[in-house]
């Protein structure tokens, strides 16, 4: 009787251990919703579905949704005519395999009854943020995750509008996503090991290189670029030197591709300046994060940069 004792629980501690086990494997994302058509949905989206993956891009219209999937098409021309320079039937083939594998919708509760992956890329904007996500959170599947796109807003506030809190992360790609190789994976203190691993592993299969980090303001890239901006500007207003020297400066002394004021207008003055008024909310007695009364002026007279023709330059 002792030896049957003994042989029932390891055998029913083989069996907790075994689900454990199962209950610990990875998410292998196959089904992806990337909820917004903008530069950096469409981008997404596209990565995603040339790599394989079923993806559903959601919008609020068809209108948008037919220029996004526009956007998609003459993107993967762009990529063919480098990747099959020489061989333009392949490229034909990658493209029409690419779409194959995207569609689009405007309802996203209907999609994610049967999705991997939600990841979100819409307006820069906390309560928009959680309502779409408290709103998804009752309709998507419970082995679901659930991430962010944001550049500059706290990872943990919005998975605090699900509860799924152990199942939600950041993924914060770069623009122009089908170019730039980096995607940010960042881990609130509720991200379940599991859930991390399952979005480390999903920016590789896309064809990107992931770097992790907590949710701190700004992650890494922007953490460290969004100050040197801001510095830049200091620099400026203080009479200390010329914008057009500055920039010089940044691009011959440290190689830099563009200054820090032709990045600004790359970027957009606005989106700069609700970064960093984001940030100095959070922590305001951090001299990094200090308001700037030039960049307020700028965008104040809609000075935005590139995108309507003068910021800190004008363009033509």
């Known amino acids: 009787m002792a030896f049957a004792t003994r042989h029932f629980v390891r055998t029913a501690a083989s069996s907790s251990s075994a689900a454990a086990t199962a209950a610990a494997k990875k998410l292998v994302v196959k089904h992806v919703t990337v909820i917004g058509g903008g530069l950096m949905g469409a981008g997404i989206a596209q990565v995603a579905a040339a790599s394989g993956h079923t993806v559903v891009l959601v919008d609020q219209s068809d209108e948008i949704l037919k220029k996004s999937t526009k956007g998609i098409e003459e993107s993967l021309k762009r990529v063919t005519k480098k990747k099959f320079a020489d061989k333009p039937e392949a490229g034909a083939e990658f493209i029409e395999k690419t779409l194959k594998n995207l569609s689009t919708s405007t309802d996203a509760v209907a999609v994610v009854h049967s999705t991997d992956l939600v990841i979100e890329a819409i307006v820069e904007n906390q309560e928009i943020k959680n309502e779409l996500f408290k709103r998804l959170d009752k309709f998507a599947p419970e082995h679901t995750i659930f991430a962010s796109n944001t550049s500059s807003l706290q990872i943990t506030q919005l998975a605090n509008s699900t509860t799924r809190q152990d199942r939600f992360g950041g993924l914060h790609f770069f623009n122009p996503v089908p170019m730039m ?107 990094l994060f200090a308001p700037s009364p030039l960049l307020n002026k700028l965008v104040q007279e809609k000075k935005l940069g590139k995108k309507t023709g003068e910021g800190f330059y004008k363009y033509k």
């Open 181 to 287: 190789k980096l995607v940010e994976v960042i881990k609130t203190p509720m991200t379940s090991q599991k859930t991390f691993e399952s979005l480390v592993d999903f920016s590789k299969a896309v064809g990107k290189s992931p770097v992790s980090c907590k949710d701190t303001p700004g992650f890494i890239v922007n953490r460290l670029l969004v100050p040197y901006m801001m510095e830049a500007v200091r620099l400026f207003e203080r009479g200390d030197a010329s914008k057009e020297d500055i920039d010089v400066a940044m691009k011959l002394g440290a190689g830099y591709p563009m200054g820090p004021f032709e990045l600004l207008d790359y970027v957009g003055l606005d989106t700069s300046k609700y970064i960093i008024d984001g940030w100095h909310s959070l922590e305001p007695n951090n001299p």
